[in-house]
Every structure is written in C-alpha cells, then in structure tokens.
C-alpha cells in the first residue's frame, strides 16, 4: 500500500489541475461579457465539466480518501433540484429549449460549487481565491476605462446601451453585475486588512485592494448592491453570538449611520449619483421592476406547485403585460420570484431552501473547536466575511438576475464553497491503480464526459448561431440595401445550421421564418417560394411551443404572403390571445387586415391600439396615413 505522504501529493495535483481549470473558466467568462453569450457559455460549461471530470478521475488515482468522518460534499444535497428542473423542462415548460438553457446554468453554477467544496488543498483554495480578487481587480480597471475614458466601450467590440452611460460595468454588460461581483470580495478585503496578526505588506494590500473595490462600487452608482451591501454589514454584529445584545444593536446602529452618511457624502459629491438618487425620488421607486415583480407573483400563484416551467417567465409575462409596457424583461429582475414563477416552491425550497441548510450547517460547524491555526486564508473571520459578501449578493437578488450571469454565478459558488469550514486530507485507504486499470478508468471517464456534454453543447452552438442571426435581423433596415440580401444569406444558413444542431429549438425556427420573409421581401420572383419555407419553418415552431406569440405572427406572415388570408387571420387572433397588449401583434394584426379592403375600419382600429400602447410607433403611423389616404 502506497504510503500517505505520495498519495497526499498525487491528491494535491489533482486539486491544482482543478483549481487551475476554473481559474481559466473564471477568466474566460468575466472577461467575455460576463458569460452572457451563448458562445462564450459554451466554453464556459465545457471548463466546468473539465474540472468536475478531473474531479472524478483524481479520486480514482489519488487512492485515497477522506479522513475519518470527513462531512459529505454539501453540492450533493443541491442535485435533486437539478434532477426536479430537469423534470420541469420536460414535463412542464412551455419552451424546453429556453429551459435546458436556463438548466445549464443552474447546472454549472452547482458543478463549480461542489468542485471547489470538495479541493482538499489549502494553497489551491487560495490560489483559486486570489486569482477571483486580481479578475476583479482587472474589472475594475475595465470599469475606470469606461467611466473616464470610452463610457460607450465594452467587451467584445460592443457598444454600450444609452441607459447605462455614465456607469460602470467593467467587462460586464451591466453595471450592477460588476457591482453584484464586488460585493462578494469586499468584505473579506476589509477584514484581512484589520485582521489581527496581518503583516504591514499584508495590511497594505488587503487595503488598497479593498479602497479600490469600494471606488469601483461607487462607478457603478448600483442603488440595489450600495443598499444590499449596507444591510450585510449591518447585519454582521447581530451574528455575534459571544457579544450582548446591547452591543449588537449598538454596533448595528453605528453601522447603518456609517454607511448612510457614506452614501450622501458621495450624492454631494458626484452629480451623477445625486442624480440616480433624484431620480429615484422622483418616480416614487422603480417603474419597471414592480410589474415585472407583480406579473412572476400572478404567475405563481396560477401554479404554486410546479411554476410556469423553467424558462418561461419571458413568455409567460405576455399574459400580464399591462399596456404601454414597451420593454422585453426575459427575466423577473428578482431572482427568488423568478425561480418561484418557472420552478413553484418545490423548485425555490430544493435550492434556496437547500442553500439555507447548508448555511446553517456551515455556521454550525464554524462555532466548533478551531482546528485551522494562524493560516490566515482558512481563518473563521475571513470565512465569516466571505459569508457578509455572499449575504450582501443574495440581497441585491431581490432586484435583479444575477444567477442568470453565468460569471456570476461562477464567482458566487466558489466564494459559497471558500466560506464553509475547510475538510480534512485524504490518507491511504487503497492501493494505486495499475497502469491497465487507469487506461480504463480515462476511457469510462472520456465517455461520460463525451456523453454529459454533447446535448448541451449542441444546444449551446444551435443558440449562439441564432442568437448572432437574430441580432442582425433585428437590425437589417440599418444595413445598406445593396448589402442586405447576402448578409440575410448568411442569416439563414446559420439558423439552417441551428436548426439541424438542435431541431427542437423552436427559437431557431420562428427566426429562420422571420429570416425568410425578409429575403422574401427582397426577391419578388422568389416571393411564393420563400413564403412556403417560412410557413413550413413557423409549423415547426410552433411544434416545439404554442405558447409563443411571436410563432404565430410568423406564421400569419408567410399565410399572408401565400395569399391564404383565412388562415392568416387565425393566426393573428391566436397571437393576440396569447398577447393582448404587444404592440406587434396588434401591427401585425392591422397590417393582415390592410390587405383586404373591405376590412379598412377594422384595420384602422387595430393600428389605432397600436399606437395607443406604442404612441411613437413609426410603422403604424405610417400604415395608418397610407389606410387614410385610400378614401
């Protein structure tokens, strides 16, 4: 039997193989929007599996095991959620494909939690720890970049949107994901700064980097993460169960009063924070994000047991649009009301429910017999305040999405697994395997791995061709007219290829349709023909989800250009049903009637709805002027 110093190392490079994969999968995806590119996922999830699969593997080579009574992986106790919500896409989500792709994010935000729970190496949790706090450090920067130089710039020659100018967010596409990512690290970067021992370099450090946290927190004027962050540190005293509850609601208060006085002397200071501030006066609070809130409650309550279905909030939101609600949410901006609205509380109590054991659990095992010694890096406060940071994020969940920012969800599970008590290492419990025995093991290894990611590495390419094509799609009338039917060429052979990836995306196929009456539309003497494979296109849409209204509008779209009015007008009327107050339905709907003059008036009512839940809509106008002219 080999001896327990040569299988601990064996297990230590096992655990430096992990490490170093999801240090590379941390930087690819906050370095690349934040992950939200189904490209970028792609790569992503497959780092993930990387690690999971070198995971198993080591365990085999390693021969060993955990000491004693070592305490089970607490990600085990988050699958069967995994298991349920793979249910739900197959049983209850009205569009399976969006729910496979929200799975896959629950799935690599649990995998990169359980691989760093179960790394047995203190210098690999660490490297691991630091290598987050300099990614961070590098958004920041990014952030700076932004703020004082390019506030158009972002990642991936893209281009800000108009509502966030004059904010940072870093290598994020949104500035309060770069602040959710703050979050998580600044509390501990205070801690280490004060922490009794430090050395004075170590005190410099910890220092800067946490000046320089705070500065970018305050770039990204983040009302929710400033608030999130506040309520944490609060909350922090009261968990001191050695001190008197005096002292808790004394260092509370102060503790509160510190951070409002932060807040307004940074509202003096900055225009632009007064401004968010005013701002938020002045609308009473937020405009959008209580319908948003209102609309995943209703949603729930019509099934509290199971949800809408995983992936559904976007779509089932159309029954509840109010009118005049121009904006596509494709999230709750509430991450506990959209789990609850697309998974029901037996989703929300297997995960969140679950995440709150294992807190306690973690809490629990903290207050026992301190076993760690003076290595600062496993140290009960620093985990402590890994525990305020992770607090202060699952605040700021309450107005916004931040599970669905794959970086996000990355940067939260390996500070969730960092904060619980560190195991023990493994010792010699069986022989190391034969040179036979380990060809074997990495071929059963490659197979599941091969077998675990090519669904939804499929899955994964079909979306990022469609989303790439939808995104020129939705801005062809920008394109020069001499460019745009070999830029719609290649638009349609990226959905083709889509859909033959994944033939169940009925994404691919209601954009592959809409693609079509485009190219239609600028080849007359292909008109019939291309109208007929987007009609076929649109059927096979619809066959993936009838719950989509966009599906149908394709379809009345290409009937209409077959001249199958009749057929159209069902369309039409079942879009509206599933969409009372979208604005392209009732165009589309107008349009439809426009084509048939004896229904002018009602033509002209369903543009006037139109315009009185779009007043600004061009096309509608438009259309009506030409309607008016006919008498």
Known sequence: MDDPASINSRAARWDWAQAALLIANLAWTTLGLGGYRPETMLVTCGLTTAAVAVGFVGKFFAAGGAEGDAPRNPALWLLPFLGYAALNVLFVSPVPWLGWLDWLGWANLIAVFAVVAGLRVTAARRALFLALVLLTLVAVALGCYQRFARPDWLMLGRTQAEQFL???????????????????????????????????????????????????????????????????????????????????????????????????????????????????????????RPILWRAAGKLFAENPATGTGAGSFNTAFERHRPARFL????????????????????GFVLFFGVAVVIAVRAVHRATEPKREGNVWFVASEVRAALGIGLLAFALQLFVDFHFKIPALGLAFAVCAALALPPGKNPVARVPAPSRSE???????????????????????????????????????????????????????????????????????????????????????????????????????????SVAVPEFWLWLGVALDMQGRWPEAQTAFERALQLAPNRVQAWYYLGYHLALDARQTEAAREALGTCLSLDPGNQAAEALLRRLNERQ
């Open 438 to 544: 380990k060809k074997g093991r990495w071929l059963v290894a490659a197979l599941a791995v091969a077998c675990a990611t090519w669904p939804g590495a499929t899955l994964l390419r079909a979306e990022a061709l469609r989303y790439s094509a939808r995104q020129f799609l939705d801005r062809v009338a920008t394109v020069a007219a001499s460019e745009q039917p070999v830029a719609l060429a290649r638009a349609v052979a990226d959905l083709r290829q889509a859909t033959t990836l994944a033939s169940a995306h009925g994404g691919a196929w209601g954009d592959l349709s809409f693609a079509l009456q485009l190219q239609a539309r600028g080849a007359p003497a292909r008109a019939r023909d291309l109208a007929k494979s987007a009609e076929h296109a649109a059927r096979r849409a619809l066959a993936c």
């Open 166 to 288: 004059g904010r940072a967010s870093g290598s994020f596409g949104i500035p309060n994901s770069l602040a959710a990512l703050l979050l998580l690290l600044l509390p501990v970067g205070g801690v280490l700064a004060l922490r009794r021992g430090a050395s004075v370099v170590a005190r410099v450090w910890w220092g800067w980097v946490t000046l320089v946290l705070a500065f970018g927190l305050v770039l990204t004027i983040s009302r929710g993460a400033w608030l999130g962050l506040g309520l944490a540190l609060a909350a922090w005293p009261l968990l001191k169960g050695e001190w008197s509850w005096a002292r808790r609601a004394k260092i509370c208060l102060a503790t509160l009063l510190a951070c409002a006085g932060a807040a307004t002397t940074v509202a003096m200071i900055s225009p632009a924070v007064r401004e968010r501030f005013v701002q938020l006066g002045r609308e009473s609070g937020e405009l959008s």
């Open 327 to 346: 904006d596509e949410p494709q999230w709750a901006h509430n991450d506990y009301l959209n789990t609850l609205s697309d998974y029901g509380a037996i």
